[in-house]
C-alpha cells in the first residue's frame, strides 16, 4: 500500500515538472520582440514621441494692425444677386489672388487688392501739373495765421488737415481758413496713437471714432464734415484692408503724400534742407500732395514756404485745394491682407 502511495506521489511530480517546462516555453514565445516599421515603410513610420521637456512659450502675435480677417464663402444662390448689388453699387470686391495696385485712377477707378471693396468715384480733370500744399496737426496760434499770411500773398491756396483737438482750442483759426477758402480736412481727433491705432489690436471702428469726433468739432464751428481724411503718421503700417473698406462705405477718402519737406524728421529741420528736399522729391511729378505740418515749432517750414511756392511756380505748377473731386494718392503698405 505504502509502495503504490509512493508510485503515485512520483508521478505527481513528474507531471508538475512537465507543466513547468510547458508553460516556460509559452512565456518566452509571447514576449515582446524589438519594434520595427512594418515593411516598405521605413520612412514614413515613427516610434512615439516622447513628452517634450520644454515648458509653453507664448506665441508672438501678428505683426499687422487687424487679424487676418476669416473668409466667407457665400450662398452660390445668392451669388448673382450679390453680384449684380455690387455692380449697381458701384463699389467692386477684388477676389484673392488680385494683385494690389493702390491707386485711384483719375477716372475714378478705385484701388485693387484681395478682398478690397471700395467704390468708383467721379474726379475732376486737372492742369498738367498741379500741386497740393497741405499742413497737418493744427491750427495753432504761433503758426497759422503767418502760413494764411503767405498763401495770401502768393495767391495760392492750400489744404490743411487739423486736429478736433486743436479746433476745440481755437476755433477761430478754423473759421479764418475756411474764410479764405483753403481745403479743410480731418486729421482724427487727437492724433494719440494709443486712441487712434489702440493696441493690441487696432480696429477701424477705433480710427472711425477718432474721426467722427473731429468732425463733430469742425461741423460745430464751421458747418461743414469734410470727408477728406489723411491718417496720423499716413497709412503705411497703420491701415490694412479693412480700414479702407470701413472709410469707404462710411464715405470716406483718405489722402497721404508723395512728396514730404521733411520737416517731421527733426524737431528743428533748417529752412534750406526743407527746400532742398521739395527740389529733389518733385521733379518728373505732374501731379503732387505735399506734407507740411502747421504747429508752433515748425518755424523752419514758414520761413521756407514762400521759397517752396515760388519753385513750384517757376516749374510750371498750378495749386489746387484737396477736395472729393481729387484723386487720392495712397501708399502701398495698407493694402496687405
Known sequence: MWIKHKRWRLAGV?????????????????????????????????????ASQETDIP?????????????????????????????????????PG?????????????????????????????????AYLTFDDGPYPESTPRILKILQDEGVKATFFVLGS???????????????GEGIGNHTYSHDYSSVYPSPSPTPEAFLAEIRQAEDVIFKTIGIRPKIIRAPG????????????????????????????????APVVPAEQLIENIKTQVPNKPRVIILMHDTKVKTTTIEALPQIIEFLKQQGYSFGVITEKVA????PGGFNS
Open 234 to 265: 499716413g497709412t503705411q503700417n497703420h491701415f490694412h484692408i479693412n480700414y479702407y473698406n470701413a472709410l469707404d462705405a462710411a464715405g470716406y477718402l483718405v489722402y497721404d503724400w508723395n512728396v514730404t519737406c521733411g520737416d517731421a524728421s
Open 98 to 130: 488680385t494683385p494690389i495696385h493702390p491707386f485711384y485712377g483719375l477716372d475714378g477707378t478705385p484701388p485693387s487688392a484681395p478682398g478690397l471693396a471700395m467704390q468708383r468715384r467721379t474726379f475732376d480733370a486737372e492742369p498738367d501739373k498741379i
Open 59 to 95: 506665441q508672438t502675435p501678428e505683426t499687422y494692425p487687424i487679424p487676418p480677417k476669416t473668409e466667407t464663402i457665400p450662398d452660390s444662390s445668392n451669388q448673382r444677386n450679390s453680384e449684380e448689388s455690387t455692380t449697381n453699387s458701384g463699389i467692386s470686391i477684388d477676389p
Open 328 to 331: 487720392p494718392i495712397l501708399f
Open 14 to 50: 513528474f507531471l508538475i515538472l512537465l507543466m513547468s517546462i510547458y508553460l516556460n516555453g509559452c512565456q518566452k514565445d509571447e514576449l515582446p520582440a524589438e519594434t520595427v516599421p512594418p515593411s516598405g515603410t521605413s520612412d514614413s513610420y515613427q516610434q512615439p514621441e516622447p
Open 166 to 180: 486743436q479746433v476745440d482750442k481755437y476755433p477761430d483759426l478754423l473759421r479764418a481758413e475756411f474764410e479764405q
